[in-house]
């Protein structure tokens, strides 16, 4: 799973671009101006960019190249119907690591979001692990002890907050914003709803109290103390 910036203008090309990425397992914040990708880029932080070359009010180029200035590293992929050899050596000059000419392909943009995805900062492979726990990420699977679980998205999605952030107590806030899409409020009760079934999930691979509540705080991810004596002994 990655968090997706999609910038497109167009919002007929916007919407099925952006329900292909959600499908293939990504949170999409999909916005249809450089102004507000201008804002949303202040504001967190992105594992790939997607970004059509011309926008209105701030271009794509303009935001690549801003992007870069500040020291981020994330893969940026263009979308434009400009084809030369000068223009695509504009993106790459601008920071660009990869171009895609309109009209846009689906399947061959989901391909290359999965090879873009490898050169992501938080790129650790296939799978996730910690200690015998492991989340197969192109299959949304849980695997322990020879046990093999099938999980929802979004529950999915929560495991590999946790998975990438082990031990670290994680605030409703930081969840809430690392799971839904810029735009989407989720209710009140969303977390805890989500971490009552990612629970269930979990129990079914006897790895339920794995989810520790810090009450006031969050949550934390780690793995029960009993059960890592009792496999070390």
């Given at each position: 799973m990655m968090r997706i910036l999609l910038v497109e203008d167009d919002t007929e090309q916007l919407e099925p671009l952006q329900i292909a990425l959600n499908e293939a397992g990504h949170i999409?914040?999909?916005?249809?101006?450089?102004?507000?990708?201008?804002?949303?880029?202040?504001?967190?932080?992105?594992d790939l960019l997607i970004l059509d070359w011309l926008l209105p009010e701030v271009n794509g180029i303009s935001l690549c190249r801003q992007y870069r200035q500040t020291g981020k590293t994330s893969p940026v992929l263009m979308l434009t119907a400009k084809d030369t050899t000068t223009d695509k050596i504009t993106g790459l000059d601008a920071g660009a690591d990869d171009y895609l000419v309109k009209p846009v392909d689906v399947l061959e943009l989901l391909a290359r979001v999965r090879a873009?995805?490898?050169?992501?900062?938080?790129?650790?492979?296939?799978?996730?692990?910690?200690?015998?726990?492991?989340?197969?990420?192109?299959?949304?699977?849980?695997?322990?002890?020879?046990?093999?679980?099938?999980?929802?998205?979004?529950?999915?999605?929560?495991?590999?907050?946790?998975?990438?952030?082990?031990?670290?107590?994680?605030?409703?806030?930081?969840?809430?914003?690392?799971?839904?899409?810029?735009?989407?409020?989720?209710?009140?009760?969303?977390v805890t709803?989500?971490?009552?079934?990612?629970?269930?999930?979990?129990?079914?691979?006897?790895?339920?109290?794995?989810?520790?509540?810090?009450?006031?705080?969050?949550?934390?991810?780690?793995?029960?103390?009993?059960?890592?004596?009792?496999?070390?002994?």
């Open positions: 999409v914040d999909g916005v249809d101006d450089g102004a507000m990708a201008q804002w949303l880029l202040s504001q967190k932080d992105y873009l995805g490898r050169r992501s900062p938080m790129w650790q492979g296939d799978i996730l692990q910690l200690a015998d726990l492991q989340l197969h990420l192109h299959t949304l699977t849980l695997a322990r002890d020879g046990i093999a679980v099938e999980l929802a998205p979004r529950e999915f999605h929560l495991l590999e907050y946790f998975l990438r952030h082990p031990n670290h107590v994680l605030s409703r806030a930081q969840i809430e914003q690392a799971l839904w899409e810029w735009g989407s409020e989720p209710e009140s009760n969303a709803a989500l971490i009552r079934r990612l629970r269930q999930r979990l129990q079914l691979v006897n790895a339920a109290d794995w989810i520790e509540t810090i009450y006031g705080m969050g949550y934390r991810f780690r793995p029960s103390v009993e059960q890592v004596v009792s496999r070390k002994s």
